[in-house]
């Protein structure tokens, strides 16, 4: 707490100088209000996702990774607006939809997930959950970013739309702020689990740390501008979103297998 507290008061100021001090820092400094529109969106994908792969899997049909596997990384991301909106239970209870899904109990997660409630009451920024192995917290934590086809929530091809040169999309500031908290926590979740390329060397680590680092940073400014609806300023969005595009693919470029 200690740490979060700084960081949002001197980064803007020490942009250099946070990049480690983000470290400890919990789930990002983002307005309660913004959390908890996230939140209600959150909370309904990983309710639907979960009713759904426990009815695939009911009727004995092979539920797919894209089917399941982004709703794990919601379900994470439910855990960490449930510390800023103070809502101990529902943390609690997406833990448990992240769990059984990630062992496959999609009964159990249909179940968890049909008692998800949103009852905030005083936050408190806590530590994020980290209940599986990094290879495949991060695996979870980067599936909410895949187009809506592939089962997730179209984050990247949301961003990359809206910085096109011809005809980019027209910015919803509601939906832009939802994104906006989105990426802001999945960065921060990331930053704890550099894969394998990047804990090679000392530097690759600091490289990882780095671009999760300003990628919440920007995400959180993002946020901010997105907030202010109709008064929000539509350049400042789309150069925050360029920044994060960019962001996402210096890490990838550097240290993603597959790309
Ligand atoms: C700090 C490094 C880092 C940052 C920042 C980062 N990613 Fe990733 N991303 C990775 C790595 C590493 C993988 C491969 C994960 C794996 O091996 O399972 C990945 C995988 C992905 C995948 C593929 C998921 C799948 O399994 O189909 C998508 C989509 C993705 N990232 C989108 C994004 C977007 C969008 C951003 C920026 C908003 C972003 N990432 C930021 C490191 C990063």
Known sequence: MKFSLRTA???????????TAAADVTAPDIPVASYKKAAEADLKFVQTRAAEVAKVSASG?????????????????????????????????????????????FKAAGDAAAKLALKPGTGKL??????????????????????????????????????????PAKLEPAAVEILAVRTAVLNAYSFHVPNEKATIKADSKKLWEKYSTESVGLAKDLAVEAAKGAKADEKKMRTLLSGIDGRCKECHNKFRDDE
Request: aromatic share 4%; glycine share 10%.
């Open 126 to 167: 806590g530590p994020l959950a980290k209940p599986f192995k990094d290879g495949v917290q991060l695996e979870v934590l980067m599936q909410p970013y895949r187009v809506t086809i592939g089962g997730g929530m179209g984050i990247e091809k949301d961003i990359r739309d809206a910085i096109k040169k011809e005809n």
């Open 61 to 105: 049909e092979k539920v797919k990774d894209g089917q399941y596997k982004p709703a794990i990384g919601a379900a994470l991301l439910l855990t960490a607006y449930a510390d800023a909106l103070g809502d101990a239970t529902l943390k609690a209870d997406a833990l448990k939809v992240a769990e059984a899904l990630q062992k496959k109990d």
């Open 9 to 19: 008061a001197g980064c803007a100021a020490l942009a250099a100088l946070c990049a």
